[in-house]
């Protein structure tokens, strides 16, 4: 069973900046996809970043700008690095990764991102 965790959410104040990772149990050499995406109280789940193997970043464009997805694969590591954070940032977010289509995604426990006005 895979396994992906996350980490780097916390309390940032209005345009500050967090990095999100989300560390993956196997290798990510040979992925599909990765994303990001996260969830406000009340609201439903959106989509963050995205990112196919070989193709370019997609960003919501909320965030287009201001956030970067990158992965690490010596480190078998996604990241988020969200600069100029707004209150409308707060979320919990969490992290995805597919492997193969027969698969499917799977998913991080979350981390919750607070922006502080």
């Known amino acids: 069973q895979v396994q992906l965790v996350e980490s780097g959410g916390g309390l940032v104040q209005t345009g500050g900046s967090l990095r999100l990772s989300c560390t993956a149990s196997?290798?990510?050499?040979?992925?599909?996809?990765m994303g990001w995406y996260r969830q406000a109280p009340g609201k439903q789940r959106e989509l963050v970043a995205t990112?196919?193997?070989?193709?370019?970043?997609n960003y919501a464009s909320s965030v287009k700008g201001r956030f970067t997805i990158s992965r690490d694969n010596a480190k078998n590591t996604v990241y988020l690095q969200m600069n100029s954070l707004k209150p409308e940032d707060t979320a919990v977010y969490y992290c995805?990764?597919?492997?193969?289509?027969?698969?499917?995604?799977?998913w991080g426990q979350g981390t919750q991102v607070t922006v502080a006005s």
């Open positions: 995805s990764v597919t492997w193969t289509v027969v698969s499917g995604p799977y």
């Open positions: 196997r290798s990510i050499n040979s992925i599909n996809a």
């Open positions: 990112m196919t193997n070989g193709g370019w970043p």
